[in-house]
C-alpha cells in the first residue's frame, strides 16, 4: 500500500506464521530440556558406578570431532605444556 501499512490479510497471515514458529522452538525447547535431564541421569549414574564423569564428558565431545581436528588440538596441547615445563614425556 502506498502509505506504508500492509493489508490486513497479510498481517494477519504474519501473526499466525510467527505463533507457529514460536510454538514450535517452545516445543523443541522442552524436549531439549527434557534429553538435558536424561544425559545428566545417565551422567550421575555412571558415576555412582565409579566412572569419573569429567572425563567421560570430555571423551563424549572428543567423539565429536573429526580425527584431524582432534590430532590439532593435542599437538597444540603437548606444545603449550612443554613450553611451560609440564610436558608428560
Known amino acids: 500500500m502506498a502509505d506504508g501499512s500492509s493489508p490486513v490479510g ?3 497471515i504474519a501473526h ?3 505463533h507457529a514458529f514460536i510454538q514450535r522452538i517452545e516445543r523443541l525447547e522442552e524436549e531439549k530440556a527434557a534429553i538435558a535431564a536424561d544425559i545428566k541421569e545417565i551422567y550421575l549414574e555412571a558415576k555412582g558406578t565409579g566412572f569419573d564423569v569429567k572425563i ?3 571423551v563424549v565431545s572428543l567423539r565429536k570431532k573429526e580425527t584431524a581436528e582432534r590430532q590439532e588440538e593435542q599437538a597444540l596441547l603437548d606444545l603449550y605444556l612443554h613450553a611451560l615445563g ?3 614425556d
Open 56 to 58: 567421560m564428558r570430555k
Open 16 to 18: 499466525d506464521q510467527l
Open 86 to 88: 609440564m610436558a608428560i
Open 10 to 12: 497479510a498481517s494477519t
